[in-house]
């Protein structure tokens, strides 16, 4: 797939103009986007680039939390496809502190071509994507990490192939979980979501996996049991136990999510082939061991450059077509 061809077929399904969900995107304008970053991976290994913006193309990254993969591939991303970043960290412009996040909207719609934010309630996602008239990007919200979701199903791809996988994700039914999920789903996958009780997915999260899942044969179940997600999978997912804002409660969280540990004796049930995902930062020796993520299994590696070229990808048909000043 060339530049050209992916952006008239994105043009074609009446693609979305922000990318806060993974719902944001329908089956096939997903399938456009990871077809584009395996493209665009290919050209940049080789020393080349797909897109690059003819005029200067800034692009507000505001940081409401702390990152180092999300922040570093987009600045280089941008960079590379002649695009290019204005960090704002949370000190910076204390969105709703120091001014109203519609304001701050208002504001950076006259100067930028696209908002990316990670930011703590997903509700100041939608204000900025419903007062800045320039496309909004999410980077991990309380809610959804879905350019996260791009990266891990782009790994799955290039180490599996396309068919229909059996994948477990183990822990935290979280942010990452919830559009790990949607996305996996939305391509065909099964998916066994194992969490301790009280850390299940959101329902709402649930409902739209059902929802997407009935039209592309993919499901979405809930379990306890670590050993009965993981058993015959093709992919044994994992996420930190305490995710950023919910520090107050590493110590019970750290009492209930031990069993759900993903160490050697729990990755021999998986399929012998299986792969082990962790979208970073891992915390060794908690919701994952040493040996299993710098183990043959691990794709943990490959999973994060692949955050640079879903994101490019991802940002290049968003720029595209998106309204900007
Ligand atoms: N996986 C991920 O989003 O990493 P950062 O928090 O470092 O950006
Ligand atoms: N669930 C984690 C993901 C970090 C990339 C968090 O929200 O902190």
Not at 122 to 141: D, I, Q, Y
Not at 161 to 181: T, Y
Not at 190 to 204: L, Q
Not at 281 to 288: D, F, L, W
Request: glycine share 6%.
């Amino acid at each position: 797939m060339d530049w050209e061809q992916a952006l008239e077929r994105w043009r074609a399904l009446q693609p979305p103009r922000h990318y806060l969900s993974v719902s944001d995107l329908t089956p096939e304008s997903a399938q456009v986007v990871l077809e584009l970053a395996h493209a665009m991976k290919r050209a940049t290994h080789a020393g080349n680039e797909l897109v690059r913006f003819e005029r200067p193309t800034p692009v507000a990254l505001i940081f409401e939390k702390p990152s180092l993969r999300t922040r570093v591939t987009l600045e280089v991303g941008l960079y590379q496809m002649g695009a290019y970043g204005v960090y704002l960290s949370a000190n910076d412009i204390q969105m709703g502190k120091r001014e109203a996040v519609m304001d701050i909207a208002r504001n950076l719609g006259r100067w930028v071509h696209a908002i990316v934010a990670r930011v703590f309630h997903h509700g100041v996602l939608k204000e900025l994507a419903e007062f800045s008239g320039v496309p909004v990007v999410n980077a991990l919200s309380d809610y959804e990490h879905p350019c996260q979701a791009l990266a891990d199903l782009m790994t799955i791809q290039e180490r599996k192939g396309m068919r229909p996988l059996q994948i477990a994700w183990v822990g935290d039914g979280n942010n990452v979980c919830h559009s790990f999920s949607l996305l996996a789903v939305m391509l065909g996958h099964t998916v066994r979501v194992a969490t301790p009780e009280g850390y299940e997915p959101a329902p709402a999260i649930v409902q739209q996996a059902q929802a997407i899942g009935q039209k592309t044969g993919g499901s979405l179940h809930l379990m306890r049991d670590p050993i009965e997600a993981v058993a015959e999978a093709d992919v044994v997912y994992t996420d930190v136990w305490v995710s950023m804002g919910y520090e107050t409660e590493r110590e019970v969280r750290a009492r209930q999510f031990t069993p759900y540990q993903v160490n050697r004796p729990l990755m021999r049930l998986a399929h012998p082939d299986a792969i082990v995902l962790h979208c970073l930062p891992a915390h060794r020796g908690e919701e994952i061991t040493s040996d299993v993520l710098d183990g043959p299994q691990s794709a943990v590696w490959d999973q994060a450059e692949n955050r640079l070229h879903t994101q490019k990808a991802l940002l290049g048909l968003l720029l595209s077509t998106g309204s900007h000043p």
